[in-house]
T-cell receptor, first 113, second 111 residues
Framework: KAGVTQTPRYLIKTRGQQVTLSCSPI?????VSWYQQTPGQGLQFLFE???????NKGNFPGRFSGRQFSNSRSEMNVSTLELGDSALYLC????????????FGPGTRLTVT | KNQVEQSPQSLIILEGKNCTLQ??????????LRWYKQDTGRGPVSLTI?????NTKSNGRYTATLDADTKQSSLHITASQLSDSASYIC??????????FGTGTRLQVFP
């Protein structure tokens, strides 16, 4: 079974631009969660999508948004990029029930200059 | 406040030696605790997951313990290998499914 894939793997953007990251979950998984990882803050939860609906949300500004498609693939969008948005963005998929194991993708390394 | 604290922040050991990483949490209500290994430039990979009633769980050379009364967990690595060099992240789940992440312990194993 193929693992979680994320594209692109690396991205460089300038302040004020917007960016869209993509995540393809493991086949059969219906839940996709997004995380931001920075050296100082560790992993921080952005949001979770299940069956095309946002099920949980972390404490990030509205510039961060996401969506999930009917095939469970998910996209995350960040508008009006700031230098502080530079981070590794990870997505994780699971079957979707409480306590199910999450499987992480390799991440997208975003650098904002 | 729901927090997960890990210690030490970083650790250097020689190949073949054992080591123990610590995780203390104040998350409530508690659902489960997971340990992840994250190699540089890669996503985290699950090592163990323990519920309230489990005290110990092993995965090869990795053994995790949980004391739900004192809200402490440890990850013991036996006979370390160079490939064990990674960050180890403790994650505690609330009953609401919200995951609280520790900032990790950076382990370096030298030959």
């Amino acid at each position: 079974k193929a693992g979680v894939t994320q594209t692109p793997r690396y991205l460089i953007k300038t302040r004020g631009q917007q960016v869209t990251l993509s995540c393809s979950p493991i086949s059969g998984h219906r839940s996709v969660s997004w995380y931001q990882q920075t050296p100082g803050q560790g992993l921080q939860f952005l949001f979770e999508y299940f069956s095309e609906t946002q099920r949980n949300k972390g404490n990030f500004p509205g510039r961060f948004s996401g969506r999930q498609f009917s095939n469970s693939r998910s996209e995350m969008n960040v508008s009006t990029l700031e230098l502080g948005d530079s981070a590794l963005y990870l997505c994780a998929s699971s079957l979707g029930d409480r306590g199910d194991e999450q499987y992480f993708g390799p991440g997208t390394r975003l650098t904002v200059t | 406040k729901n927090q997960v604290e890990q210690s030490p922040q970083s650790l250097i050991i020689l190949e073949g030696k054992n080591c123990t990483l610590q995780c203390n949490y104040t998350v409530s209500p508690f659902s489960n605790l997971r340990w992840y290994k994250q190699d540089t430039g890669r996503g985290p990979v699950s090592l163990t997951i323990m519920t309230f009633s489990e005290n110990t769980k092993s995965n090869g050379r990795y053994t995790a313990t949980l004391d739900a009364d004192t809200k402490q967990s440890s990850l013991h690595i036996t006979a370390s290998q160079l490939s064990d060099s990674a960050s180890y992240i403790c994650v505690v789940s609330k009953n609401t499914d919200k995951l609280i992440f520790g900032t990790g312990t950076r382990l370096q194993v030298f030959p």
